[in-house]
């Protein structure tokens, strides 16, 4: 079964850190999606694919690397897209 979330994450992360730290992870994990720095300053992460996978990357997405000071996750599903891969974005 196939799942989508996205999470909006708030806080104190090095960008280049925080983004690897997550793309490591969905590349282990298999989960297909992309992470991007918004102009808020959040950033955005949208990963999905195998149920199982999803749900083991999604405290990845809310806690992050070490030294990361995270002081809030907006979380929500979405509707599976069929993403091949993930992806750091760039504005």
Same mark, same amino acid.
């Given at each position: 079964?196939? =799942? /989508? ?5 708030? !806080? /104190? ?5 925080? @983004? !690897?730290?997550?793309? @490591? @992870?969905?590349? =282990? ?7 991007? /720095?918004?102009?808020d ?7 999905? !694919? @195998? ?16 030294? /990361?000071?995270?002081? =809030? ?7 599976y897209? !069929? ?6 974005? =760039?504005?």
């Open positions: 079964m196939k =799942k /989508s979330m996205r999470f909006f994450v708030t !806080g /104190s992360v090095q960008p280049v850190f925080f @983004n !690897g730290f997550i793309k @490591n @992870n969905a590349d =282990k994990l298999g989960v297909n999606g992309f992470i991007r /720095s918004l102009e300053g959040r950033i955005e992460i949208f990963i999905e !694919g @195998n149920i199982d996978a999803v749900y083991k990357m999604a405290p990845l997405c809310k806690r992050g690397p070490e030294h /990361s000071i995270i002081r =809030k996750v907006e979380e929500r599903e979405e509707r897209q !069929g993403f091949e891969g993930f992806k750091v974005l =760039k504005i």
